[in-house]
Antibody, heavy 125, light 107 residues
């Protein structure tokens, strides 16, 4: 059974860079059928797709975050990572990693399944 | 950006009753819509994709319908474990977007 697990600091200072890693187990991140994405959820609020990566390194970002986001993949470790720069309090959220496909040519994502358990990142000095 | 609007924000239902949740898209998303269930402190769980296809392991009491801009998630007979927040998500264009959620609470 495929499982995803987020890891990284739970506290980041304003203006610094948030860095998270998602470790995939029970399957290969190099599967040609799937993409690997990051989604976040501010406390008490809804869900926002941040961006995704294919095992080849191709990336797809939410335009509203694109200038601050970098997603990378390490197939040797079966991991992919998120970096979000110049964070503010508005970036405080639970960050999830998840797998998805692409079924619509013009769409960067499809449905997300499965998800990691999520990790809370608080931006505060 | 396609805006997804869910209604109602909160739905109070008694166990065993039927729950009907709505999701409206600001423009057509064809059948490229998914539904998720989220319980407190947990990640969202995929229920439905393609507007009406149940994900693996999802009970038959969950059903999805609709296409274009109007979608419905129906829970035929609410069980105690179904009280949660439900989100819809469209994936018809570049930027996939989620609705704001409907909380299903015990009446």
């Amino acid at each position: 059974q495929l499982q995803l697990q987020e890891s990284g600091p739970g506290l980041v200072k304003p203006s610094e860079t948030l860095s998270l890693t998602c470790t995939v187990s029970g399957g290969s991140i190099s599967s040609s059928s799937y993409y690997w994405g990051w989604i976040r959820q501010p406390p008490g609020k809804g869900l926002e797709w941040i961006g995704s990566i294919y095992y080849s390194g191709s990336t797809y970002y939410n335009p509203s975050l694109k200038s601050r986001v970098t997603i990378s993949v390490d197939t040797s470790k079966n991991q992919f990572s998120l970096k979000l720069s110049s964070v503010t309090a508005a970036d405080t959220a639970v960050y999830y990693c998840a797998r998805h496909g692409r079924v619509v040519v013009v769409a960067a994502t499809s449905w997300f399944d499965p998800w990691g358990q999520g990790t809370l990142v608080t931006v505060s000095s | 950006e396609i805006v997804m609007t869910q209604s109602p924000a909160t739905l109070s239902v008694s166990p065993g009753e039927r729950a009907t949740l709505s999701c409206r898209a600001s423009q057509s998303v064809s059948s490229n819509l998914a539904w998720y269930q989220q319980k407190p402190g947990q990640a969202p769980r995929l229920l439905i994709y393609g507007a009406s296809t149940r994900a693996t392991g999802i009970p038959a009491r969950f059903s999805g319908s609709g296409s274009g801009t109007e979608f419905t998630l129906t829970i035929s007979s609410l069980q105690s474990e179904d009280f949660a927040v439900y989100y819809c998500q469209q994936y018809n264009n570049w930027l996939g977007t989620f609705g704001q959620g409907t909380k299903v609470e015990i009446k």
